[in-house]
């Protein structure tokens, strides 16, 4: 492997995380619009209570991503942010967006008009940033653009559309799932129910996306049908997600959590992989577009220490604030 792999694999393992973490923030977010019925109130709490110990550490992973390919693929990094400028900065604003409208709500009057308004602003920004990312994924995915034919909005796209809804139905699903092992009685019984229409959801569009992606993104279709690793990779990620559906229909909500996890995880990486060694369809692969090897030696021995320090920080965070007994760590007594 060389050093520009090995820093396009980091990145893979960063996105990968990512998902998993601001995935079901995002998701959380979108299940806060569905929230209904006599224990509306509740959900939309368990919700709140979910996302607001950590949440915003979870940009971490997205920053991390970003700098990465700024430092050690250079001319990509300014294609891709030229060509998809506006669905970046849609995704920025969502994000940002999001944020102010979820510690505004927290700390503004708790009249039901002003919670309301607040929520609907937070839900918005909720499903404008997965759906950006997901069109920023699904136009890397399509590819084949030259040059003079990336215009600021060439990106408006049936594919890169569709794998935007996708990433917030499966966000949704993520979220629901790991909401159903941090809720109890007919609460849980709720998120279980939005976990099973959310994976029905996620089945569908994974349908059409694969359906449309023959037409509108062939490399991304060779790549998932043609190469050595495509069942093996395929099959891992229909058991994960038959797993968690099944799981979830027996009530074993940590087996369907880590199943859950486990197909977010495949799905990144099965995108990543059909796609390499592309950066950016035609111009840039992972070799043509890398840094001087030295800048690349560098940059992996920086992750490598920010690593030593960052994994054990956040394993801390997400120690106190999200386990079994948070409170053991920060007060033993």
Same mark, same amino acid.
């Given at each position: 492997?060389? &050093?520009?792999?090995?820093?396009? !694999?980091?990145?893979?393992?960063?996105?990968?995380?990512?998902?998993?973490?601001?995935?079901?923030?995002?998701?959380? $977010?979108?299940?806060?619009?569905?929230?209904?019925?006599?224990?509306?109130?509740?959900?939309?709490?368990? %919700?709140?209570?979910a996302?607001?110990?950590?949440?915003?550490?979870?940009?971490?992973?997205?920053?991390?991503?970003?700098?990465?390919?700024?430092?050690?693929?250079?001319?990509a990094?300014?294609?891709?942010?030229?060509?998809?400028?506006?669905? %970046?900065?849609?995704?920025?604003?969502?994000?940002?967006? =999001?944020?102010?409208?979820? @510690?505004?709500?927290?700390?503004?009057?708790?009249?039901?008009?002003?919670? =309301?308004?607040? !929520?609907? %602003?937070?839900?918005?920004?909720?499903?404008?940033?997965?759906?950006?990312?997901?069109?920023?994924?699904?136009?890397?995915?399509?590819?084949?653009?030259?040059?003079?034919?990336? $215009?600021? *909005?060439?990106?408006?796209?049936? *594919?890169? *559309?569709?794998?935007?809804?996708?990433?917030?139905?499966?966000?949704?699903?993520?979220?629901?799932?790991?909401l159903?092992?941090?809720?109890e !009685?007919?609460l849980?019984?709720?998120?279980?129910?939005?976990?099973?229409?959310?994976?029905?959801?996620?089945?569908?569009l994974a349908?059409?996306? $694969? &359906?449309?992606?023959?037409?509108?993104?062939?490399?991304? *279709?060779?790549?998932?049908?043609?190469?050595?690793?495509?069942?093996?990779l395929?099959?891992?990620?229909?058991?994960a997600?038959?797993?968690?559906?099944?799981?979830?229909?027996t009530? =074993?909500?940590?087996?369907?959590?880590?199943?859950? &996890?486990?197909?977010?995880?495949?799905?990144? @990486?099965g995108?990543?992989?059909?796609?390499?060694?592309?950066l950016l369809? +035609?111009?840039?692969?992972?070799?043509?577009?890398?840094?001087?090897r030295?800048?690349?030696?560098?940059?992996?021995?920086?992750?490598?220490?920010?690593?030593?320090?960052?994994?054990?920080a956040?394993?801390?965070?997400?120690?106190?604030?999200?386990?079994?007994h +948070?409170?053991?760590? &920060?007060?033993?007594?």
């Open positions: 492997m060389s &050093a520009a792999e090995g820093v396009a !694999g980091v990145m893979v393992i960063a996105l990968v995380v990512y998902g998993l973490t601001a995935g079901a923030d995002f998701g959380g $977010g979108i299940l806060d619009i569905v929230a209904h019925g006599p224990r509306a109130k509740e959900q939309r709490a368990a %919700i709140e209570q996302i607001a110990p950590i949440w915003e550490a979870n940009h971490v992973w997205l920053i991390l991503v970003l700098v990465l390919l700024f430092v050690a693929f250079p001319e990094f300014a294609a891709i942010s030229t060509w998809l400028f506006v669905p %970046i900065l849609l995704l920025v604003v969502g994000i940002v967006i =999001r944020g102010a409208a979820f @510690v505004f709500r927290a700390y503004d009057v708790h009249t039901d008009t002003v919670q =309301r308004r607040w !929520g609907r %602003i937070f839900s918005a920004a909720s499903v404008l940033a997965p759906f950006m990312l997901g069109v920023v994924v699904g136009s890397l995915a399509r590819g084949d653009a030259t040059p003079a034919e990336r $215009g600021w *909005f060439s990106w408006v796209s049936p *594919f890169p *559309f569709i794998t935007g809804g996708f990433a917030v139905a499966l966000f949704a699903f993520l979220a629901a799932v790991y159903t092992v941090e809720t !009685g007919a849980r019984e709720d998120f279980r129910r939005r976990a099973l229409w959310a994976g029905i959801s996620v089945f569908a349908a059409a996306t $694969g &359906a449309i992606s023959a037409v509108e993104a062939p490399l991304v *279709f060779a790549g998932l049908t043609r190469r050595w690793f495509s069942l093996p395929q099959g891992a990620t229909a058991v997600a038959i797993g968690a559906f099944a799981a979830l229909f009530r =074993r909500f940590r087996l369907a959590r880590l199943a859950a &996890a486990a197909q977010v995880s495949l799905i990144v @990486v995108w990543a992989a059909s796609q390499y060694p592309w369809v +035609p111009d840039y692969t992972i070799a043509s577009a890398a840094a001087p030295i800048t690349l030696v560098l940059l992996l021995w920086a992750v490598t220490a920010g690593a030593v320090f960052l994994v054990p956040l394993w801390l965070l997400f120690r106190v604030f999200k386990g079994r +948070p409170s053991s760590v &920060a007060d033993p007594n």
